[in-house]
């Protein structure tokens, strides 16, 4: 299932990528290698260039300098983004559309779409009571549950969630966690942005953002350890690098 | 290019289409209701530049007539040409833009037996073929009123010149490129804005699948308005409610093929659906769409032939009535509905060409600005 990638072992690389918007560095030279099979927590305030970084990724915007690779295959690619999937912030659903016509027309762009799989897909994020609910009447966690079905429905290989779990409810956010999981126990890569600290514990491994760079990398333990403090938070701002306003 | 996407973004502004309702009617009803408005308000001026023909085939008996109306026409400031014999060539090689047609046999001292003077009008602009008809009855009638009698021909379409039928045309044409670009700036502007453009981007759908499949899921609901309209304006159902006889249409008769009209709204509809998308780039709101009318619409409304014909314009505005889409599409339905010509005449050929070489120019604008990186 997962395709030979360029770079051995890495699904995503990055070769000091970056991105600038007029004299905004939103994204100042990252370079990274995520391994297949495994759930990254991309973590960091608002601003930091989780969504951008994301972005170069998933060949959205260009860099302005640097290389973007996701499976072996330099970004923008529009063929690649087959296998890729992606979970925007805003939900990205058609409101006149029933669940299952959102879901249909997504799954639609990549290929003809398997009712059993998309069935299934449903089941899942718990919708299948749903399906021909128009997407304006949907609640909230919902319509975000719809989002992330509309993001799984061609069955990528690497996953970029931006935020997937604002404004969903404690319980639900077990189930996304536990389904992220599941996913990676399946060899697949998924790399999700979060600013909420109480998550980084069910990554693999996590990315510090700020201010466009990776100020540190490892698994939560390893991070706190690292800049000896109790939380994420506490290390966060004494591993802000010299300088950093904040 | 993938004709599954593509499908699949029709469909899908299809569904979307089923579930907004009020979009629906003002795509559907809107146009009916107005055009029912209009009928009834035309069906109820100044005189525009006139070359006046007059064809006497009954010699010496009606030169108490021609006087009388060369006298009139002078006095009204209204040019005299020489037509020949034929009223309706006069007409329609553009010679004459009314012909006062004096038959053989005309006996005016016997008004019981004699053949009636007919005034010929092409039929095409009824505002202006009023305004005429009315100056030349006046004129003929008002000297030797027990004498004469008067009829009134169009050339094209039939008998008495009813301004509704060259309006239809107009307002076909109108109505269709309207709502089509005013729905497809607001749908297109929602995806933009509602986060649904950035995840259709994240997926193998190519720029020309987005405004293929857009023009054709607003095309259908252009070709469906443009058939109810047809409908409505062609065709007449009369009816009996409790002694009250009520009748819906307005039965405008129709020369040409209305297939040949459906073709001409829907490349008009194809530019209208692409430069709304285009357009779209420059709104952040729905309002701002809508800001959008005075530029693109209002201007085409007042130029583009709906009310006068491109050549009573003034001069200078009539190379800007030449680059609207609109003026091509008037030209083309009237071309088809009223003078009932087809795909051999090399005037409906050029209207069509330019239909389509503005819907090609406004898909390649239009999908320019779906670019990837939408910041």
């Given at each position: 299932m997962e395709p030979a990638a360029a770079a051995p072992g890495a699904a995503i690389e990055t070769r000091d990528v970056a991105k600038v918007f007029g004299p905004v560095h939103a994204v100042d030279g990252v370079t990274l290698a995520l391994e297949p099979g495994r759930v990254y927590g991309l973590l960091?305030?608002?601003?930091?260039?989780k969504t951008t970084l994301i972005r170069l990724l998933m060949g959205l915007a260009r860099p302005t300098s640097g290389e973007a690779h996701v499976l072996g295959v330099r970004m923008p690619s529009r063929e690649n983004l087959a296998r890729i999937g992606y979970m925007t912030?805003?939900?990205?659903?058609?409101?006149?559309?029933?669940v299952w016509e959102n879901l249909r027309f997504f799954a639609t762009l990549y290929g003809p779409p398997d009712e059993a799989a998309l069935n299934e897909t449903l089941r899942l994020v718990e919708l299948g009571e749903r399906r021909?609910?128009?997407?304006?009447?949907?609640?909230g966690g919902m319509r975000r549950r719809l989002s992330l079905a509309c993001a799984l429905a061609h069955r990528p290989t690497v996953m970029f969630l931006d935020?997937?779990?604002?404004?969903?409810d404690p319980a639900l956010r077990v189930q996304f966690w536990d389904h992220f999981r599941r996913l990676a126990a399946q060899g697949n890569t998924l790399l999700v942005s979060s600013h909420?600290?109480?998550?980084?514990?069910?990554?693999?491994e996590l990315l510090l953002m700020r201010a466009g760079r990776i100020i540190a990398r490892g698994t939560s333990a390893d991070i706190r350890r690292e800049a000896g403090t109790e939380d994420l938070e506490g290390a966060f701002l004494k591993l802000a690098p010299a300088g950093e306003p904040q | 290019m993938s004709g599954r996407r593509v499908l699949a973004l029709a469909r899908r502004i299809a569904e979307q289409f089923r579930r907004d309702r009020p979009s629906l009617a003002l795509l559907i009803v809107a146009p009916v209701v107005m055009l029912a408005l209009l009928g009834w308000v035309l069906r109820g001026s100044e005189l525009p530049p006139t070359r006046l023909g007059i064809v006497n085939m009954a010699g010496l008996a009606a030169a108490q007539v021609r006087q009388a109306v060369e006298a009139g026409a002078a006095s009204a400031g209204i040019t005299i040409v020489d037509v020949g014999g034929d009223a309706d060539a006069a007409i329609r090689e553009g010679l004459a833009d009314i012909v006062v047609l004096i038959p053989s046999g005309f006996a005016p001292t016997s008004p019981g037996s004699s053949p009636p003077i007919e005034i010929v009008v092409p039929g095409i602009s009824p505002g202006d073929d009023a305004a005429r008809v009315v100056q030349l009855q006046r004129m003929v009638a008002g000297l030797t009123p027990s004498a004469v009698t008067v009829a009134v021909r169009a050339v094209?379409?039939?008998g008495t010149p009813d301004a509704l039928n060259s309006f239809a045309p107009a307002l076909i044409g109108f109505f269709g490129f309207f709502f089509v670009f005013i729905l497809t700036g607001i749908s297109f502007l929602r995806e933009r804005i509602g986060g649904t453009l950035e995840r259709l981007l994240a997926t193998p759908i190519s720029r020309g699948e987005i405004v293929l499949g857009y023009s054709m899921g607003f095309t259908l609901f252009a070709a469906l308005q443009v058939t109810i309209i047809l409908l409505f304006a062609l065709s007449t159902f009369s009816f009996e409610i409790a002694g009250v006889r009520v009748a819906i249409g307005l039965g405008i008769p129709c020369a040409g093929a209305p297939f040949l009209a459906f073709l001409v709204v829907v490349l008009l509809a194809v530019g209208a659906v692409n430069l709304g998308i285009f357009l779209?780039?420059?709104?952040?709101?729905e309002l701002q769409i809508l800001q959008f009318i005075p530029i693109v619409i209002t201007p085409q409304a007042l130029?583009?032939?709906?009310?006068?014909s491109i050549e009573s314009l003034p001069e200078a505005l009539q190379p800007l009535a030449r680059l609207m889409p609109l003026t091509y599409a008037i030209e083309g339905l009237r071309n088809v509905l009223?003078?009932?010509?087809?795909?051999?005449?090399r005037a409906l050929q050029v209207e069509l060409l330019v239909l389509a070489g503005f819907a090609v120019f406004f898909v390649a604008i239009a999908s320019r600005t779906i670019r990837r990186e939408v910041a």
């Open positions: 960091g305030p608002n601003g930091s260039g912030q805003a939900d990205g659903v058609y409101a006149e559309l029933s021909n609910t128009p997407a304006f009447e949907l609640s935020e997937p779990t604002v404004g969903v909420v600290m109480d998550e980084a514990d069910r990554c693999d | 094209y379409g039939t779209s780039t420059f709104a952040r709101t130029l583009a032939g709906v009310f006068w009223i003078k009932g010509v087809g795909l051999e005449s």
